[in-house]
């Protein structure tokens, strides 16, 4: 067992363009850690530097106390669990599991011990006999990370490994890696361009974006507390609402398009003229009782029935092609005509607020200009 830790990493592959840049992460002994970002954010490469597969053009990789920079891949303590299991189709399961002990000149009483504990904690005992064909998805996977497991890695180094399977054995799967990733408790650093997996295996997220880590934290904290539009954006089903509007007024009011909405109205006030970003997720709006205050109307185009739940999309009133579009997540009994205008009120604190240049995230409490600088703006 280990703790990893990534120190300024960067990769040039030729000339200048980074596919990573400038990443730190520092990854607790026996934690499971998911990198996920677009397709080309360079994902596979950092995973690939940990692993030795790439060089590490700057920056520093330790796999417990030892800088593994210089280190063949043979030599770095960790397994990699690929697509596919890679799984030899004419061996026997044992032997699928005793192939890489029996390399590396292991005795045989020794590889037979390793085999049968592992095969023991994986249920996989009764199938010790059988070829991979004759063996379910799941079972599959169990004797991937059974030849991972059995050489006592450090550290687990996962690529995409469930991107070939259909989405029903793809969640088993999920729950299946991550039941054993506890169980045997090593360090695990997961890569996929899938949000959900991502959130339901992770300990801490890396969500990455053209090279760069954008934010890493625990799923619920990337969740509820994005540090940037970009992510606000890619983490969430359906995604955020991403507005662009612009500070108004007494600083707490935006203006988009046509209509002016105040989801802060209780916030310190903002420089007026400020270009931003709201960002408001589909779940935290709903629909307005009778004599109730709306925040905003929605004028709807079309719903999505999904059974639990009815996806209304449209644009901000009064709506149009200036109008802001906007998808709000309603209980699936809800049913909507088209052309309908639907108060919408948004649950307290719930709204997300960007810098419209930079995309990164304003703190409500620390961007609040100072009262007499507002007032001059105001002027
Ligand atoms: N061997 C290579 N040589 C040159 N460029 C590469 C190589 N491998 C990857 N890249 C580039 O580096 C970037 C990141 O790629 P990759 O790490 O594979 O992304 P991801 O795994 O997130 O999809 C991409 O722009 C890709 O084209
Ligand atoms: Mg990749």
Excluded: W
């Amino acid at each position: 067992m280990a703790q990893v830790h990534i120190e300024r990493v960067s990769k040039i592959y030729s000339g200048t363009q980074r596919a990573v840049n400038d990443i730190s992460i520092d990854i607790p002994d026996g934690e499971f850690v998911v990198l996920v970002g677009p397709s080309g954010c360079g994902k596979s490469t950092l995973l690939r530097m940990v692993a030795g597969l790439e060089s590490i053009t700057e920056g520093k990789v330790s796999i417990g106390d030892r800088v593994v920079n210089g280190v063949d891949p043979a030599e770095r303590d960790i397994a990699m669990v690929f697509q596919n299991y890679a799984l030899y189709p004419h061996m026997k399961v044992y032997d699928n599991m005793a192939y890489g002990l029996r390399n590396r000149g292991m005795p045989k009483a020794e590889i037979d011990r390793r085999v049968r504990e592992a095969a023991k904690t994986l249920e996989l005992e009764h199938l010790l006999e059988r070829r991979p064909r004759e063996l379910s998805g799941g079972q599959r996977q169990r004797v991937a990370m059974g030849r991972a497991i059995v050489r006592s890695p450090k550290v687990f180094l996962f690529d995409e490994p469930l991107s070939n399977l259909d989405a029903k054995l793809r969640g088993q799967m999920r729950v299946e890696i991550r039941n054993l990733q506890k169980r045997f408790g090593v360090t695990s650093i997961y890569v996929t361009h899938d949000q959900v997996e991502a959130m339901t295996l992770a300990d801490t997220l890396v969500v990455m974006n053209n090279g760069v880590a954008e934010q890493i934290g625990s799923p619920l904290d990337v969740y509820e507390r994005p540090a940037s539009a970009f992510v606000a954006g890619f983490i969430g089903a359906p995604a955020m609402n991403l507005i662009e509007a612009v500070v108004e007024g007494d600083g707490r009011a935006l203006a988009v398009g046509a209509s002016r909405l105040a989801p802060f109205s209780h916030s310190p006030a903002l420089e007026p003229g400020r270009p931003v970003t709201l960002g408001i997720r589909p779940e935290h709006l709903r629909r307005a009782h009778a004599n109730e205050k709306a925040d905003m109307d929605l004028v709807v185009s079309a719903a999505e029935i999904l059974g639990a739940d009815t996806l209304a999309h449209g644009r901000i009133a009064p709506g149009g092609t200036g109008a802001a579009p906007l998808i709000v997540r309603l209980p699936g009994n809800v049913r909507l005509e088209t052309g309908a205008r639907l108060p919408l009120v948004l649950e307290p604190g719930a709204a997300h607020l960007f810098d419209g240049e930079t995309g990164r995230r304003i703190d409500l409490a620390e961007a609040a200009v100072a009262p007499q600088q507002a007032a001059m703006a105001r002027a």
